[in-house]
């Protein structure tokens, strides 16, 4: 694998990152990702299929609301938005190949530069879409998901499908539709619709009821448009409660899955969980996953991780293990995710100003989910746990308990069952021993 497209190098002295074992204190190497090891009947690069976030890494310079940016960022010299786009790509693929990350997620204007003229916008966006076919081809690194951004040009300050404006709806349909096309171009396996501000900030000035009309009526164009074009690939939804839309419609996974089945769009859009958007919707990562889970459409992830003093999207690397051991539980009990990949949505700090520092965040984050799926494939195979779960519901499976779950039973059938049964014995749910296996495991 040729590691350099472009003829400069960007991550200078930097190599390709090897897996040297968890003897190795190299901090430039993985410890616990092994992409070729097998766990529970696939290779760790199969189960995760990581992702590189384009516009965390390449857009995103450590701008806060208090000051401009801190991040140097040498491929954004040229003058031109296209040139200039180009060294963000060779940038962009010289740090995906030598952080070993088979996919990368973007947003249109991640690609390039938006101006305001629509047929511009899109001979822009086709330069670069030519640019990484060619990327794509020489690293072999491909594309997860393609998404547009309808959230940040200011005529989006309403929303985007949800607008109370139909011209501007029209706009985000323009951008979704060549944003559409640029993801079947370059084989993406998925399309992902965050709706930033597909929601509301006061009800004084909403009609919500035509708004989530409008939302439903746009995806199914979206949906029809590409599978028209040959788009086999999931079409995904991010929710997310707030931030920057006080109300956000998508506000969390269950929300998301009654609304698909509302309008009939369950059979082409599946679930991207995001971990920071599962905290600030006030549920666990693992609440988010077992929803969609249940549900059949745990689609993809957007792995990052909050702060326990924050109540906003600080979008940090995981690093938390007790949690991502937790979720690795339900991810494989689930059979992994349908179409996706875990992307790293997250990014550097303000502070982290080294070239080496985009790859401290990337090996940690990739050793953290190998070694939470190492741990949680051991606990499903050699402890107790599932059977103790499973143990839990035994009065189900048998006698009257088994006739309720069969729908067999009336509700004076259940009042004589209680009475001649007489008062049911405490049955510890032993959380603290659970609590206990996980960090026993690790
Ligand atoms: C923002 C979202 C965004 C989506 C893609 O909070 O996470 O980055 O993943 O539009
Ligand atoms: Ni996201
Ligand atoms: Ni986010």
Not at 57 to 75: A, E, I, K, V, Y
Request: proline fraction near 3%; glycine fraction near 8%; aromatic fraction near 12%.
């Amino acid at each position: 694998m040729s590691v350099l497209f472009g003829s400069k190098e960007y991550f200078k002295g930097i190599p390709q990152i090897k897996y040297e074992g968890t003897g190795s204190d190299n901090p430039l190497a993985f410890r616990w990702y092994d992409e070729d090891r097998v766990v529970a009947g696939k290779t760790l690069k199969e189960h995760f299929r990581f992702a590189c976030a384009y516009w965390h890494s390449f857009c995103n310079d450590g701008n806060d609301p208090f000051g401009p940016g801190t991040h140097l960022f040498s491929w954004n010299a040229k003058a031109d938005p296209v040139d200039r786009a180009k060294e963000k790509m060779d940038a962009a693929f010289e740090f995906i190949t030598k952080m070993r990350l088979p996919f990368y997620c973007f947003h249109d204007v991640d690609l390039v530069d938006y101006g305001s003229d629509i047929r511009e916008n899109d001979r822009r966006l086709q330069a670069l879409v030519d640019y990484a076919r060619q990327q794509q081809a020489a690293s072999g690194v491909k594309l997860l998901w393609g998404t547009a951004n309808v959230f940040s040009n200011p005529r989006y300050m309403n929303g985007a499908a949800t607008n109370p404006d139909f011209l501007v709806l029209s706009h985000a349909a323009a951008q979704v539709k060549t944003a559409i096309d640029a993801t079947i171009e370059l084989g993406g396996d998925g399309y992902v619709f965050w709706g930033g501000r597909e929601g509301y900030m006061t009800l004084l000035n909403t009609d919500m009821k035509r708004e989530k009309a409008h939302l439903a009526r746009f995806l199914h164009m979206a949906k029809d448009y590409a599978r028209r074009n040959g788009f086999k690939g999931t079409f995904l939804i991010e929710p997310k409660p707030m931030e920057p839309t006080k109300h956000q419609y998508d506000y969390d996974s269950e929300t998301v899955i009654g609304f698909l089945r509302q309008w009939d769009l369950l059979d082409d859009f599946k679930i991207n969980i995001e971990v920071n958007h599962a905290t600030l919707a006030g549920h666990t990562f693992q609440h988010e996953l077992q929803v969609s889970a249940d549900a059949g459409v745990l689609g993809s992830l957007d792995a990052n991780r909050g702060d326990y003093q924050n109540g906003w999207d600080t979008d940090q690397f995981p690093n938390n293990l007790n949690e991502l051991t937790e979720a690795m539980l339900i991810f494989l009990e689930a059979g992994g995710l349908q179409g996706g990949g875990i992307n790293f949505d997250a990014k550097i700090r303000r502070t982290s100003t080294d070239p080496q520092d985009l790859f401290y965040a990337h090996i940690g984050g990739m050793d953290a989910f190998a070694r939470a799926l190492i741990t949680a494939d051991a606990i499903l195979s050699s402890s107790g746990y599932k059977q103790l779960r499973k143990d839990r519901y035994a009065s189900f499976d048998t006698g009257k308990g088994s006739a309720f779950e069969k729908a067999a039973l009336t509700l004076e059938e259940l009042h004589a069952y209680a009475i001649e049964s007489g008062e049911p014995p405490r049955v510890s749910g032993r959380q603290e021993y659970l609590e206990n296996m996980i960090n026993r495991y690790l």
